[in-house]
C-alpha cells in the first residue's frame, strides 16, 4: 500500500504567504528607488545637453543666446517680436532645426493681442514636446486647456521644465540684473549681451539654468505654486541687511493663489511660463510674482521669485556656466545660493559649499 503525500497545512500557507507580502513590500521601494534614479539620471543628461547646445551658440555667436525680449517696441505692428526663449535659440544646436524652421521669427513666438496671430501663426511648433525640455519625474500637466484662444492649440505639450538663471532681485542693484540671462530691448540693465568673459567669478561657479516643478493646470497638487506678493513688502525688504532674503520671506508668508500654469510653454520667455527662475527663494520653496505685475511685459519675466524646484528628494539639479551638472540640496547656506547666482559679483565659492 502506498503512502500518502503530504500537502501544506493552512497555516503553512499562510506562512508563505505571508512571507510573499514581505518579499513584495521590501522590493517595491527599491524597483521605486532604481525608477527614480534612472528619471533624475535623464534629468541631468537634459540639462548637459542644453548646456552643450548653449556653448555651441556661443562657439557661433560669441555670446550667449539671449532669454527673451525687455522691450516694448512694436516691429511691423506685432509687440515683443523677439520674445522667443534661450531654448527657442539653441534648438539648431540641439539636433533640432524643424522645430526652429517652425518659428515665424517675423512675429510674436505668442499672442500678438486680439485674436492671438502670434499663436496661429506659430500654433505647430508651439504644440511641439521636445523631451529635452521636460523633467521625466515631474509628471504634472502644466496646462491642458486651449479653450482661452479657441482651441488654437489644444493641449499645448509644448512645457519646459527648465529655466534660465536671472539672478536676485535687481531692484536691490540700481536695476542692473546680476545673472547670466540677458535680454533684447530697452528696458534697465537687461540688455548687456553676456559672453564667456563676463563670468568673472569663475564659470564653474555661476549657475545658468535649473529645474521647476511644472503647474497642475489649476488642481494646486505641487505645493508649489505662484502667489501674489503685495509690492510693499518688495520695496520694505529693501532696507533689511538681506533684502533678498527679506523678500524670500515675504514671500514664504504669502497666501493668495495666483495661478498654477507654471512651465506650460518652452517657446517664449515669461516668467513662469518657459523662462526664468532666480535664487531669491533657495530650492523647493513657494514661488511668487509681485501683486502689481500682470503676466505680461518686462516684470513677468524676471521680477517675480519664481525659484529652483524639483521632483527629487532633497534638491534641485543646476547647470553651471561650465556645463557642468550639480545636485544642490534644499538645505544649501543662502550666501552659496546666492553666490552662484551672479556672474560677476565677486564672490568666492568654495567647492564643497554645494
Known amino acids: 500500500m502506498g503512502s500518502r503525500r503530504r500537502g501544506f497545512t493552512l497555516i503553512e500557507l499562510l506562512v508563505v504567504i505571508a512571507i510573499i507580502a514581505v518579499l513584495i513590500a521590501l522590493?517595491?521601494?527599491?524597483?521605486?528607488?532604481?525608477?527614480?534614479?534612472?528619471?533624475?539620471?535623464?534629468?541631468?543628461?537634459?540639462l548637459k545637453q542644453l548646456g552643450l547646445a548653449i556653448h555651441n551658440y556661443v562657439s557661433s555667436n560669441d555670446t550667449l543666446p539671449p532669454s527673451g525680449n525687455a522691450g516694448n517696441g512694436v516691429v511691423n505692428g506685432m509687440p515683443n517680436?523677439?520674445?522667443?526663449?534661450?531654448?527657442?535659440?539653441?534648438?539648431?544646436?540641439?539636433?533640432q532645426?524643424?522645430?526652429?524652421?517652425?518659428?515665424?521669427w517675423s512675429v510674436s513666438q505668442l499672442w500678438n493681442g486680439g485674436g492671438a496671430p502670434g499663436t496661429q501663426?506659430?500654433?505647430?511648433v508651439i504644440a511641439m514636446k521636445i523631451n529635452s525640455f521636460v523633467c521625466p519625474s515631474d509628471q504634472?500637466?502644466?496646462n491642458t486647456d486651449g479653450g482661452w484662444n479657441g482651441g488654437i492649440v489644444p493641449g499645448y505639450p509644448g512645457m519646459s521644465s527648465y529655466g534660465n538663471n536671472t539672478g536676485l532681485n535687481r531692484y536691490y542693484t540700481n536695476w542692473n540684473q546680476q545673472g547670466p540671462a540677458y535680454f533684447l530691448g530697452d528696458d534697465g540693465g537687461l540688455n548687456n549681451k553676456i559672453t564667456i568673459a563676463s563670468f568673472t567669478d569663475g564659470t564653474s561657479n555661476t549657475a545658468v539654468m535649473s529645474e521647476w516643478v511644472l503647474g497642475t493646470a489649476g488642481q494646486w497638487r505641487n505645493g508649489l505654486n505662484l502667489v501674489w506678493t503685495p509690492t510693499t513688502d518688495w520695496w520694505s525688504a529693501g532696507s533689511q541687511?538681506?533684502?533678498?532674503?527679506?523678500?524670500?520671506q515675504s514671500?514664504?508668508?504669502?497666501?493668495?493663489?495666483?495661478?498654477?500654469?507654471?512651465?506650460?510653454?518652452?517657446?517664449?520667455?515669461?516668467?513662469?511660463r518657459g523662462g526664468s527662475y532666480n535664487h531669491v527663494n533657495t530650492p523647493n520653496k513657494k514661488a511668487c510674482v509681485l501683486g502689481s505685475q500682470n503676466n505680461n511685459g518686462v516684470g513677468s519675466q524676471v521680477d517675480h521669485r519664481i525659484g529652483a524646484s524639483s521632483k527629487h528628494s532633497g534638491g534641485v539639479n543646476v547647470?553651471?556656466?561650465?556645463?557642468s551638472v550639480k545636485f544642490i540640496k534644499d538645505s544649501v547656506n543662502y550666501a552659496t545660493w546666492n553666490a552662484i547666482s551672479t556672474y560677476g559679483a565677486g564672490e568666492v565659492v568654495s567647492a564643497d559649499a554645494f
Request: net charge negative; glycine share 6%.
Open 27 to 46: 522590493l517595491l521601494p527599491a524597483v521605486q528607488a532604481a525608477r527614480e534614479a534612472a528619471r533624475r539620471a535623464q534629468c541631468v543628461n537634459n
Open 251 to 272: 514671500c514664504q508668508n504669502s497666501t493668495q493663489t495666483n495661478w498654477d500654469f507654471k512651465g506650460e510653454y518652452w517657446i517664449i520667455h515669461d516668467g513662469g
Open 319 to 323: 547647470l553651471f556656466a561650465d556645463g
Open 97 to 104: 532645426q524643424q522645430a526652429f524652421n517652425s518659428i515665424n
Open 241 to 248: 541687511p538681506n533684502p533678498n532674503l527679506a523678500d524670500m
Open 121 to 124: 501663426i506659430n500654433a505647430t
Open 81 to 95: 517680436v523677439q520674445n522667443g526663449s534661450l531654448k527657442s535659440r539653441i534648438l539648431p544646436f540641439m539636433e
Open 140 to 142: 504634472n500637466p502644466c
